[in-house]
Nanobody, 126 residues
Framework: QVQLVESGGGLVQAGASLRLSCAASGRTLSSYAMGWFRHAPGKEREFVAAISRSGGSTNYADSVKGRFTISRDDAKNTVYLQMNSLKAEDTAVYYC???????????????????WGQGTQVTVSP
């Protein structure tokens, strides 16, 4: 069992930056692929970014490519999402997710993930 806790959300103006953290407990993350997803009011949950279990591969939604960076620090059992040049349309609850896997590449599909955090709210004012 893995427990995930997100933090770092908040209210910022457009153009600002935030760094989200996802701290894991219960298991070490080194054998887990990780992802970030978001859910905005009136919309379906969408993929944001993913990182492979080794950290060697990352993948991003087109809407955040070039602005967001996913990274992991397995020594700290933490995954990060650095968000720069935030836009009003980035407003959502952000969730991190984990799945234990032998797969070496990233995983984009939310249905593939077994563990989810409680989410952290990011609000970007225009």
């Amino acid at each position: 069992q893995v427990q995930l806790v997100e933090s770092g959300g908040g209210l910022v103006q457009a153009g600002a930056s935030l760094r989200l953290s996802c701290a894991a407990s219960g298991r070490t993350l080194s054998s887990y692929a990780m992802g970030w997803f978001r859910h905005a009011p009136g919309k379906e949950r969408e993929f944001v970014a993913a990182i492979s279990r080794s950290g060697g591969s990352t993948n991003y939604a087109d809407s955040v490519k070039g602005r967001f960076t996913i990274s992991r620090d397995d020594a700290k059992n933490t995954v990060y999402l650095q968000m720069n040049s935030l836009k009003a349309e980035d407003t959502a609850v952000y969730y991190c997710a984990a799945v234990e896997t032998s797969y070496l590449n990233v995983i984009r599909r939310d249905r593939m993930y077994d563990y989810w955090g409680q989410g952290t709210q990011v609000t970007v004012s225009p």
